[in-house]
Nanobody
Framework: QVRLVESGGGLVQPGGSLRLSCTASGVTFRIETMGWYRQAPGKERELVAQITSTGSTNYPDSVKGRFTISRDSVKNTVNLQMNSLKPEDTAVYYC????????WGKGTLVTVSS
């Protein structure tokens, strides 16, 4: 059974930084992509960052230049370094893993507020 466990969320002031981590266990097929999505209250879940098995990355314009995703394929971990955080980055952040099937973590809350 695939399990994704996130850590690193919390409260940070605008302009601050946070680092999220996610570890996947129980994966028996090749992982195609790992990534992070977020969902703010009243909004749909949206992609924040994604990294493929070859290391290619994808970011939406809203976080490009501020967020950096990295991956350890041996340990099946993915990290998200978030800098210059803004109040609009406040959301529950979900780890995602794709092996042909889609797997999700339970989410970790990031709150950006003064």
């Amino acid at each position: 059974q695939v399990r994704l466990v996130e850590s690193g969320g919390g409260l940070v002031q605008p302009g601050g930084s946070l680092r999220l981590s996610c570890t996947a266990s129980g994966v028996t097929f090749r992982i195609e992509t790992m990534g992070w999505y977020r969902q703010a209250p009243g909004k749909e879940r949206e992609l924040v960052a994604q990294i493929t098995s070859t290391g290619s990355t994808n970011y939406p314009d809203s976080v490009k230049g501020r967020f950096t995703i990295s991956r350890d394929s041996v340990k099946n971990t993915v990290n998200l370094q978030m800098n210059s955080l803004k109040p609009e980055d406040t959301a529950v952040y979900y780890c995602n893993c794709r092996t042909g099937l889609n797997y999700w973590g339970k989410g970790t809350l990031v709150t950006v507020s003064s």
